[in-house]
């Protein structure tokens, strides 16, 4: 079946430090993947996407590449800031999905200490 | 533009009471998803639809959930009776052709 697998948080960095958030996954075929941040008291929004093997998703810093020989899509950003304090969320969509149903990862949460 | 609605954003009631969210999805989207988070199961999708009509319900935990969707712009997610193990944050997120889910804010359901 399809799962997702991240890293346990919490992960606790110092501002400026460098961040990775690892993130497998199980799926049949090529799925779309996804990085959905979830900041305190706010619904998921989406950070970054790659929908194919060795597509780089980046946004706000963040970057993801889609590993097929390793089934990964670790997230990493250079320098963190505060303000990226949050939980972020890994996810997959299966191929030949027609509604978008996305699988979620347990999601990490990330503290950044000024 | 508006985000996706949701009301009410917390609601506490009793064991055995009837609770109703709601949900407004964002104009135009043609997909709307309900999905509960807790800190045991972490994000679950409930159930969701495609141009008002049911496409997978296998999450919807047992008989005691019901969700519908009566046209475009509205859809509930009814418990009855409600349980303890109920208490969630309970999210809807709609999306256009199945790409971008937009979430909104929550409602914070306790049951005591």
């Known amino acids: 079946g399809n799962s997702v697998t991240q890293m346990e948080g919490p992960v606790t960095l110092s501002e400026e430090a460098f961040l990775t958030i690892n993130c497998t996954y199980t799926a049949t075929g090529y799925p779309s993947l996804f990085w959905y941040v979830q900041y305190p008291g706010e619904g998921l929004q989406l950070l970054l996407k790659?929908?194919?093997?060795?597509d780089k998703g980046s946004n706000k810093g963040f970057e993801a590449t889609y590993r097929k020989e390793t089934t990964s899509f670790h997230l990493e950003k250079g320098s963190v800031q505060v303000s990226d304090s949050a939980v972020y969320f890994c996810?997959?969509?299966?191929?030949?999905?027609?509604?978008?149903?996305?699988?979620f990862g347990q999601g990490t949460e990330l503290s950044v200490k000024p | 533009d508006a985000g996706v609605i949701q009301s009410p954003r917390h609601e506490v009631t009793e064991m055995g009471q009837e609770v109703t969210l709601r949900c407004k999805p964002i104009s135009g989207h043609d997909y709307l998803f309900w999905y509960r988070q807790t800190m045991m199961r972490g994000l679950e999708l409930l159930i969701y639809f495609n141009n008002n009509v049911p496409i997978d319900d296998s999450g919807m935990p047992e008989d005691r959930f019901s969700a519908k969707m009566p046209n475009a712009s509205f859809s509930t997610l009814k418990i009855q009776p409600s349980e303890p193990r109920d208490s969630a944050v309970y999210f809807c997120?709609?999306?256009?052709?199945?790409?971008?889910?937009?979430f909104g804010p929550g409602t914070r359901l306790t049951v005591t």
């Open positions: 996810a997959l969509r299966p191929p030949n999905n027609q509604g978008g149903k996305l699988i």
């Open positions: 790659a929908t194919k093997a060795d």
């Open positions: 997120a709609s999306s256009f052709v199945g790409e971008k889910q937009y």
